[in-house]
């Protein structure tokens, strides 16, 4: 089955560069892998959620009596099944959480304050029981005045969410309370002075929409609760120790109690790293004392799963004539959804991390509406407040005569650059990234008639954190590899390939899992970019220490000292002055004397993965625009990015396309719909337009390598840096195609034909 | 707000019948207490049951109905049973030589896998104001066989959707077929829909063009007809007036653009905006009917 292709023949490495097929294919295609809603047991009732039809009401009453009543329902559960929670902000990932709010999100409260919200769940023996008991539940609402913008929800005497929302990080502290939750203001030099030397100076204000993650697999779990307390999990999940942490505070049950077990993952991009359904299943197991599964219907997801934030975003950027940026300065209003806790702070943070700049000031606010509470997806924060950066940086360019990547370069951050969030930039790939661009073919062909030509780079940490990993050396020398980050994007195959690496094996000769909370110690979650670089980093660690145990057992049996013996081409061997003393031992050989020198080999590690660095990138896009409909569309793409090192390039390269994918889906058509009665119109793939397969051209990569120091093989994490370019490169080539410069997001068929119409009146379409 | 008994009826109720003759099936229909529902591809019917946006009592499924199943020619005029598929019409060599429009029109529905289950029957039924092969079918002037407990009728397609998930049949009427007539020479069709994406998406609009051209090349007829602008689908006289005696030229399509635009009445909606709606009708309008010309030219 393996197929071996190495990408640079000669290369130090056995198997890092290589392209061998994933662990985990042949379960996909065959269909025997089990994801989120896969997994059945005996007696198993199935759960449903009533959801809130009202965008804002106070919960009156909640009546499921006759929902009780109805043969086959077997428990109900509303929110006086959870206890409250105080509040206090924990980080949790790269956002942060409160459980106040997290309960209240998991099950409505004293008010609904989205459409779709939920209010009370029953287990039932078939789903059309449980689907007609949920008809039964009366609620009595008062309805209360909604704002589902962020501009509306910002001004004074816009219904409030929150009764005590006081804004935070305003001084002196507001009186009254508001949707603004948070304010936040960082920056260095003197932007004022800044300005004043500037040439050039483009200010915009852009908006952007909320969107949604689009993982194909709804939210799904199946949940068992014994009598004495004892809980099982299995779940579609982006994080199962956290998954363990939210349920055991919001249930009130102690840790141990509840084994989780992540099921295959049907695509998550930030988006299953919170808690909706799996707290609600395990009280409805254990009211019912029967298995609970759940599973989210598309409609559920849209109308109650977290999308991204829509934005408000003012940039603006002032250069001297030699291209140099003098000054800069942004302002981000993001959405939260019902509760606070939109990405603002990294998007702040991104916002001008590629260029090397002296005066910047960027003041963000995070604030409330009624909409489904934000989750992660995807770099949070960044790709909004990158398209606007990265819009306005195009304009600048223009206007010095420079093209956008020789603008870009003369800007560029590099090794030793500070970032206006703080740090300074250990090696990076950001001008690499650019000059790979110009170098490409696609930045020289020509455009055919109505097309345009956009490039725009974007950027994202990427973070490290908790990670424990085993490795246990099997009897016949084979070895059993154990990783707690769930395997979203061809984890299982990278892991496998640094421990065969390490140890100088065949890949076919490991097994790599993804154990269950109970298997391993504390994983956080797969986010962030992390687990290739942490896990990987606690793999290569895990298979050195079966290395050293191995050296040990060998010495032990050659009556050696221990550092008289290495550990070489995939064998133990006496070296230096005893070198060729005793034949070389296998990693079988060693496995066979395993119990007679001391039991078990297993690599074991444990560790807070630190040295996480950033990812660059620069996308090229070729846009086409019908003149007559307004429809715009990528006819020829290119996305590039700074992998620090490639592990499996397949995978590498999927990342990069499927950010793109997304991003151009973001770009071109993506958007809530919501009525005047604040409900979502468009709670479903066909009218919420994520691209199809034939709306993409292929999407071309280039993996650029400037390796990370502080990860034994030079990872960088690459999952999410993808999805920040395009939105700005799609309506930079908008703006070369058509002559107008596009600030609202989606740039769908009616808003463009309409801007065209109105540059037609004024004289400036370019068709 | 339903009570609980009604309730548990619903949930026990629900029947299913797949009867081998149109007479079994009207009768079922027709002798229905509660809410019955013909049962084609269901591909708009499943979902809606579904979704809770229906719930029938009597599902009648047509699909075992041979005669309902079956594409024939008689002189020049195809009849298209109202259970035959999108997928169907196009492995008709014959019907997509003489129908171009109308068969493209189908085959624009959903994707591969819908294809094989949607019919031209369920696309006229289910009455929404965006069906793709509507528009098309009215264009060529096809007619509907329709039988029912008082017999059969026969009316222009255009007569049937009266309103959004409103029909002009009466209880336990079913559309049986489709008859598109002989064509004269020099006669084609097209049909055109615009949608944000490139598949699995709804017209935003549509337009069926179908024209003929004389010896010399001067339209002598020409029907237009424009789906997604209006509360149902439309047949435009004036539209199709706008190229009678023209040579399809410029003068004549921005007529016809003009004459496309004057005839939508649309709603703003999730799926695009009024003034969008009417300027891509005239758009579409010229686009399709030069398609036609081209195909009406040779031959
Ligand atoms: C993913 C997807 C994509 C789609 N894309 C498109 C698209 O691009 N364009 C488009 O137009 N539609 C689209 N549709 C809608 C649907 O596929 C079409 O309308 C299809 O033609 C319906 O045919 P059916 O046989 O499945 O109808 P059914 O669902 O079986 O029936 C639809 C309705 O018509 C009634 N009915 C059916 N046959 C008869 C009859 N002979 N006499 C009387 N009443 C009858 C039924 O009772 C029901 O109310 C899509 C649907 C899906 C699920």
Known sequence: ?767 | MLNLRQINKEACDMRYEAPSSIDQAVALLASASGEARVLAGGTDLLVQIKTDLVEPTLLVDIKGIAELREIGEEAGAFRIGAAVTGAELKENPRLKAVWPGVVEAANLIGSTQIQGRATMGGNLCNASPAADSVPALIAAGAKVAIVGPGGRREAPVEDIVIGPRRLSLTKGEIVASFLLPAKAPRTADAYLRFIPRTEMDIAVVGCGVCLTLDGQGTCTAARVALGAVAERPLMVAAAGAALVGSKVDGAALATLDAAARAACRPIDDKRGTKEFRVEVAGVLARRAAQIALERARKG
Request: proline share 7%; hydrophobic share 40%; charged share 20%.
């Open chain 1, 1 to 767: 089955m393996q197929e071996k292709v190495k990408d640079a023949p000669g290369s130090e490495f056995q198997w890092i560069g290589t392209r061998p097929v994933r662990p985990d294919g042949v379960d996909k295609v065959t269909g025997r892998a089990k994801f989120g809603a896969d997994l059945a047991m005996p007696g198993q009732l199935v759960g449903k959620v009533l959801r809130s039809p009202h965008p804002h009401a106070r919960i009156k009453s909640i009546d499921a009596s006759a929902a009780l009543a109805l043969p086959g329902v077997k428990a109900v559960v509303t929110r006086d099944d959870f206890m409250d929670q105080p509040s206090e902000f924990i980080p949790a990932g790269e956002m942060m959480i409160n459980y106040r709010d997290v309960v209240r999100n998991v099950m409505a409260r004293e008010k609904v304050l989205y459409d779709g919200h939920p209010v009370a769940a029953v287990a039932a023996t078939s789903a059309s029981i449980a689907r007609r008991a949920l008809k039964l539940i009366k609620v009595d609402y008062e309805v209360l005045p909604h704002v589902i913008d962020v501009v509306e929800a910002m001004q004074p005497g816009a219904p409030l969410l929150h009764d005590d929302m006081i804004t935070a990080g305003v001084e002196p502290a507001p009186k009254t309370p508001s949707n603004v939750a948070k304010r936040i203001e960082f920056g260095m030099g003197d932007v004022a002075a800044g300005f004043k030397q500037a040439d050039v100076v483009i200010e915009r204000v852009f908006t952007t929409k909320p969107v949604h993650q689009g993982y194909i697999e709804p939210h799904a779990c199946i949940a068992s609760v014994s009598e004495d307390g004892q809980a099982e999990l299995w779940v579609s999940t982006q994080g199962h120790w956290i998954v363990r942490t939210h349920c055991a505070r919001l249930l009130g049950w102690d840790v141990a109690k509840i084994r989780v077990t992540a099921a295959e993952i049907g695509g998550g991009f930030g988006g299953k790293t919170v808690v909706y359904l799996e707290p609600v299943a395990l009280a409805l197991a254990r009211k019912s004392g029967r298995p609970v599964k759940m599973v989210m219907t598309r409609e559920e997801v849209f109308r109650a799963s977290g999308p991204t934030s829509g934005a408000h975003v003012r940039v603006k950027i002032g250069a001297r004539k030699d291209g140099r940026i003098v000054a800069a300065e942004a302002e981000l209003k993001y959405q939260a959804g019902a509760f606070q806790g939109s990405p603002v702070q990294p998007g702040a943070m991104c916002a001008f991390a590629p260029y090397d700049l002296e005066n910047v000031k960027v003041v963000g606010y995070d604030v409330v509406s009624n909409r489904p509470k934000v989750a992660a997806y995807r770099a949070p924060g960044g790709p909004i407040a990158e398209f606007a950066v990265e819009s306005v940086i195009d304009e600048v360019a223009a206007k010095t005569g420079m093209s956008g990547i020789d603008f870009r370069l003369r800007n560029a951050a590099r090794q030793g650059t500070k970032a206006a969030y703080g740090p300074k930039f250990g090696p990076i790939g950001m001008v690499e990234t650019l000059e790979a661009a110009k170098a490409h073919a696609h930045w020289r062909t020509p455009l055919a008639k109505n097309q345009g030509r956009g490039v725009a780079s974007g950027f994202w940490f990427n973070i490290g954190g908790e990670t424990s990993v085993s490795l246990s050396l099997n009897e016949d020398g084979t070895l059993s590899l154990t990783a707690g980050t769930p395997d979203i994007g061809g984890l299982r195959a990278s892991l496998c390939m640094m421990a065969a690496e390490e140890l100088r094996v065949p890949l076919d000769k490991i097994r790599v899992q993804i154990g269950d909370t109970g298997q391993l110690g504390y994983n956080f979650l797969t986010g962030g970019s992390r687990s290739t670089f942490s896990s990987g980093m606690a793999t290569v660690e895990a298979a050195r220490d079966v290395i050293k145990q191995a050296c040990k057992r060998a010495a032990q049996l050659w009556e050696l000292p221990e550092d008289a013996v290495e550990y070489k081409d995939g064998a133990v061997r006496p070296a230096g002055p005893n070198a060729g003393k005793h034949a070389p031992m296998s990693l079988k050989d060693v496995a066979g004397i395993a119990g007679k020198t001391g039991g078990p080999i297993v690599g074991y590690a444990r560790l807070n993965a630190h040295g996480a660095a950033p990812s660059f990138a620069t996308h090229i896009a070729d846009v086409e625009v019908d003149p007559e409909t307004g429809r715009a569309w990528v006819v020829r793409y290119t996305a590039i990015q700074d992998a620090g090192r490639a592990i499996h390039p397949s995978y590498v390269e999927g990342q990069y396309q499927g950010g793109a994918a997304q991003g151009i889906g973001w770009a071109l058509n993506e958007e809530y719909v919501y009525g005047d009665d604040g409900r979502l119109q468009n709670p479903g793939f066909l009218d919420y337009r994520v691209p199809v397969a034939s709306d993409l051209p292929m999407i071309d990569t280039v993996i650029v390598e400037v390796p990370n120091p502080r990860h034994p093989y030079g990872v960088r994490g690459v999952g999410e840096t993808p999805i920040c370019p395009p939105m700005a490169a799609v309506a930079n080539a908008v703006a070369d195609a058509t002559g107008i410069r596009f600030t609202e997001l989606p740039l769908s068929p009616p808003r463009v034909l309409k801007a065209l119409g109105e540059a037609r009146g004024n004289g400036q379409a370019k068709i």
